[in-house]
């Protein structure tokens, strides 16, 4: 079936692709141990250690995110290792539980509620009892892409330095770099994961570790050193260098990466961060204004990269989203793990204006209207009162 106009991918990642980053990619490929590669490859890693707010070694894979997952573990962590993961929803579980306890981690999985964000609380609860020191690592999602909450990290590590617990923190920046702020150095993160399919505006197929120089140490004391030489830190540092990478790298996604990074800067990552802020409480804005609830029920907790929305009891998201994809060419986030069929998700994050979400949250509301969801109309009117407040 032809259909007009464009399709509206929201989802909460991949997100839209810019045409700058689209037009970027398409060019010969060159070849990957020569000088005019060497330029690129030193342009992208100075340019991801701006947007990861570090002067540390970032790392690129050709890889996805969960790949960048196993790449912190397995450097920075033995089999048998102890460490302690908040749960946050279903990445918590599956991007880093599943991948940690097939490492051969052991794992203490801190319960959540997935309507929040971590805890400080209950991490200090799990910290404060381990006076030998026995936990190697904290592993946090910074954003829930499952239920669109946000974690405090400043709050986290202040936890982690009232007790001077010397764990490495390790953290889940793959729907949050880019889109909402994230303080690598500041907040003395030892290993941050991130992908390009989200706030950098890039396909998927790139991977990321920011890696502190206590994590690098920690690698190297490691009791049992890794047999991965794809994945390993010190390997890629070496080659990195000059530009270059141990093995064939995503050449013309790295194209695409450094249009993205120049974009990004063009408009300054505070912009960014206040742009993504702005459609953040205007989507909040347009749920209130339906009567519907959001899952992530602490404010100080909501995302600005996506929002979570339950459906009233009786109603399938699922059967929701099938009609507005039909009807109106519009793909929204379905309800993962426990909140599969309970609950949608809008993504607002990268390549994204006013009436991108304008369009997005119409959308919904016809949507909502079509199948017969008990709701309020004027959710369209109140987001757009929203917008235009001045930023």
């Known amino acids: 079936m032809s259909r ?19 037009r970027a990619m398409d060019a010969p490929v060159i070849d990957h141990r020569g000088p005019e590669f060497a330029s690129l490859g030193r342009a992208v890693l100075e340019g991801m250690r701006a947007i990861f707010q570090t002067a540390a ?24 290792d102890r460490i302690v993961i908040m749960e946050t929803g279903w990445f918590s579980h599956v991007a880093w539980r599943q991948v940690a306890e097939r490492l051969g981690l052991v794992v203490d999985y801190v319960p959540g509620t997935w309507r929040r964000g971590a805890s400080p609380d209950d991490l200090e609860g799990r910290l404060a009892p381990d006076r030998g ?32 617990h010397p764990a490495l923190l390790i953290v889940d920046t793959v729907s949050s770099l880019a889109s909402v702020d ?27 570790n920011a890696v502190s120089e206590k994590a690098l140490k920690a690698s190297l004391a490691r009791s049992t050193r890794s047999t991965s030489t794809y994945w390993d830190w010190h390997e890629m540092i070496r080659a990195n260098v000059a530009g270059y990478f141990p093995y064939t790298p995503a050449t013309n996604l790295l194209y695409g990466l450094r249009e993205a990074v120049t974009m990004l800067q063009e408009e300054g990552l505070q912009n960014t961060f206040c742009r993504h802020a702005r459609y953040g ?54 309800g993962l793990g426990k909140l599969a069929g309970k609950a949608f998700r809008i993504g607002h994050l990268g390549s994204f204006n006013d009436l991108m979400l304008a369009g997005t949250l119409g959308g919904v509301e016809m949507g909502l209207a079509a199948a017969g969801v008990p709701h309020r109309p004027g959710g369209v009117t109140a987001a757009l009162a929203h917008l235009a407040q001045p930023a």
């Open 182 to 208: 994230y303080r690598h150095d500041e907040w003395e993160v030892d290993v941050a994961v991130s992908g390009s399919q989200k706030g950098l505006m890039v396909p998927p197929g790139l991977g990321f």
């Open 57 to 80: 070694h970032v790392i690129i894979y050709p890889s996805s995110g969960t790949g960048a997952c196993e790449a912190a573990l397995t450097n920075a962590l033995s089999p048998g």
């Open 4 to 22: 007009s106009g464009r399709h509206f991918l929201q989802i909460p990642g991949p997100t839209n692709v810019p045409d700058r980053v689209l």
């Open 281 to 334: 409480e205007a989507t909040r804005a347009a749920v209130r204004a339906w009567g519907l609830e959001m899952v992530c029920e602490e404010p100080s907790d909501y995302s600005n990269v996506l929002t979570a929305i339950m459906m009233p009891e009786g109603h399938d998201a699922d059967r929701l989203r099938k009609l507005i994809l039909e009807r109106f060419d519009m793909s929204l986030g379905t």
């Open 133 to 164: 020191h026995a936990i190697k690592a904290v592993v946090i999602v910074h954003n829930e892409t499952s239920t669109g909450a946000t974690s405090r990290l400043r709050d986290l590590r202040a936890v982690m330095n009232r007790l001077r």
